[in-house]
DNA sequence: GTGAAAGCGCTAACAA
DNA sequence: TTGTTAGCGCTTTCAC
């Protein structure tokens, strides 16, 4: 492999007949050093391409300029969508991330957290992966605070752990929309998941519920567990209540499924049905009609939790813990 | 903010009363160093949870034990498993991976790998933007690889470069279902795309109009603008082509939302129309009946992938192309 | 305005 | 078996 290697400080200095250091500086733009001779060094620089050795500032610095991301699960269309947003936004802020997939796994969580504290980045973006909640352990978190890592939290949180947060309005955008749903005289409303175990969930759950009882209407929820088949199982259920009207999805791929099902059992939708889904742009389009949706900004919520990040890495002060709320919006498709 | 910095060799060394190479020996496990102190030192440096600093280590040897992974779009269900596949397999083999997201575009493709050529990782894992196969710009590549930076591309490949590669086998695929749709007595076969950019679509394409002429029928491709919508556009050519009775999608979604438009449409899926897509495991279980699909495993392309890389950058020695071949298989659900 | 030198944390050749 | 030292590429203080 013909290593044309990278050129150092150091050969730049002797190819100009000048210290380093004064090369160093001339390429930070620093004042100690004559214009002429800056523009002569960052001429020369150029025509190398030379670029700053990566590991030797972060060594000297103390600062890697990158962030360590944990995401749970990257086939999740919402979770890729805020990974997306936190590559965008790291990138114009002059980051890299290294990223890490949990897959839902309480030890490979702990073990990204654990290889990444080796001074790989300055600080840790993550969502708690359903074993680490389930199983209720933080000490990780906590630990790699005190080590001097800074982590934002986004969409799945965890209280008992020292560190800013992003995440949505799931109450209130559940509470509007059944609202919205009974104005329309749709009264008979269930609720369909696939996360129930995640707090995300069942904070939608309550909102619903609320809204619900605002009314004295009474709740159906449906929990369909990670090893039915969600097509299989709803359709039973909407067989077993006919008298059902509308339907919240909590999750990303109930509300198209939900759609489906009810046009084999012979529903108009929205007619007869309307459904609603927490579900992202690109599956809301596969169905006929399409799916409305409650949309997450993803996107923002990734730029949200960069920033929030950096701003922590600037400040040194220990700052008391941030939340940032990113609101839902409805984006009106055919289904609602 | 507390910080209860990492410990370091040198203050090891200084608890210890022993001198920083012995501690560095001791920890690495080298024979130089008596059982005893071994034992002693590893223990403490245990206690103190010391872990070597990454850029420290990486300054020295040379080695970032980092992959540089460049993915045109996470929100590809396909490109995201790949993306799982390979992050999956370099934490086995000990690597981290610093992810960029080209977003198709050129321009971000160049300054990813520009960014990341600072001794920021080892080697690149990447599939070429559509922009950039659109300009058929690939100095950029060649430069990085000139600069010792091996890099393995999968999915979408480049000629002119020399680099691994690990593909999938795009024209036998649809060459092998389209025989087995004419056996079936299948024979009015359309084939629908929305990526034709890119020459994945043109090789299915191919392959399928390879085993249309092997029997002597006609071919009929319908291709689908990113502009469109896609579900009318579909809608359209199938209501002028009422005599279509098998379907072949080259991309993810399609697939679904042609069930969804034959249905629509009043056919019975498969009875009067068989429908067949390149698409991930979770898309095709949305529609009633269920996709049947041309599975690429990803993962495994991934996986590939990094064993590629690892293995160019262990041996220096400037070895030929290699290219790997992951076959698809057919997985059946209900549309065919 | 420029250069010498120390040091970030680590490894490894060489000395003792 | 253990310690001393140089050096990876860079920034920065201090001396000239």
């Known amino acids: 492999m013909m290593k044309k290697k990278k050129i150092t400080l150091k050969e730049l200095a002797k190819n100009l007949n000048v210290s380093i250091?004064?090369?160093?500086?001339?390429?930070?733009?620093?004042?100690?050093?004559?214009?002429?001779?800056?523009?002569?060094?960052?001429?020369?620089?150029?025509?190398?391409?030379?670029?700053?050795?990566?590991?030797?500032?972060?060594?000297?610095?103390?600062?890697t300029k990158t962030i360590g991301v944990i995401i749970p699960n990257i086939?999740?269309?919402?979770?890729?969508?805020?990974?997306?947003?936190?590559?965008?936004?790291?990138?114009?802020?002059?980051?890299?991330?290294?990223?890490?997939i949990s897959n839902e796994s309480l030890e490979k969580e702990k073990q990204s957290i654990q290889l990444l504290s080796d001074g790989s980045v300055d600080g840790f973006i993550l969502a708690p992966s359903e074993d680490t909640l389930l199983?209720?352990?933080?000490?990780?978190?906590?630990?790699?605070?005190?080590?001097?890592?800074?982590?934002?939290?986004?969409?799945?949180?965890?209280?008992?752990?020292?560190?800013?947060?992003?995440?949505?309005?799931?109450?209130?955008?559940?509470?509007?929309?059944?609202?919205?749903?009974?104005?329309?005289?749709?009264c008979k409303i269930a609720f369909i998941s696939s996360i129930t175990e995640l707090k995300i969930s069942k904070l939608r759950e309550d909102g619903y519920k609320s809204a619900?009882?605002?009314?004295?209407?009474?709740?159906?929820?449906?929990?369909?567990?990670k090893e039915e088949d969600k097509q299989v199982t709803l359709k039973l259920f909407m067989e077993k209540h006919p008298e059902i009207n509308a339907i919240i999805s909590a999750d990303d791929t109930l509300g198209t499924i939900a759609i489906?099902?009810?046009?084999?059992?012979?529903?108009?939708?929205?007619?007869?049905?309307?459904?609603?889904?927490?579900?992202?742009?690109?599956?809301?389009?596969?169905?006929?009609?399409?799916?409305?949706i409650i949309k997450q900004h993803a996107k923002d919520i990734g730029k949200n939790a960069v920033n929030l990040l950096i701003n922590k890495l600037q400040k040194?002060?220990?700052?008391?813990?941030?939340?940032?709320?990113?609101?839902?919006?409805l984006i009106r498709k055919g289904s609602f």
Chains 1, 2 share one sequence.
């Open 260 to 292: 489906n099902v009810a046009l084999s059992l012979g529903y108009k939708v929205p007619k007869d049905i309307s459904i609603v889904g927490f579900a992202s742009e690109s599956v809301s389009n596969l169905s006929i009609p399409k799916l409305t």
């Open 21 to 63: 250091s004064t090369v160093s500086k001339a390429l930070n733009d620093s004042h100690e050093i004559s214009k002429a001779t800056k523009r002569k060094i960052q001429k020369v620089a150029k025509q190398y391409n030379y670029t700053p050795n990566k590991p030797a500032s972060s060594l000297k610095s103390g600062k």
């Open 316 to 329: 040194e002060t220990s700052s008391k813990k941030e939340v940032i709320i990113v609101k839902t919006s």
């Open 212 to 225: 619900l009882a605002k009314h004295g209407l009474d709740s159906l929820s449906l929990k369909i567990k």
């Open 135 to 186: 199983k209720n352990e933080y000490e990780h978190f906590n630990d790699i605070i005190k080590q001097g890592y800074p982590i934002v939290m986004f969409d799945r949180t965890v209280t008992d752990v020292l560190c800013d947060e992003v995440i949505i309005n799931n109450f209130v955008s559940t509470f509007d929309i059944t609202k919205e749903f009974i104005a329309q005289k749709k």
């Open 75 to 100: 086939l999740d269309r919402f979770l890729a969508k805020v990974l997306y947003g936190i590559e965008r936004e790291a990138n114009n802020m002059g980051y890299n991330i290294i990223t890490c």
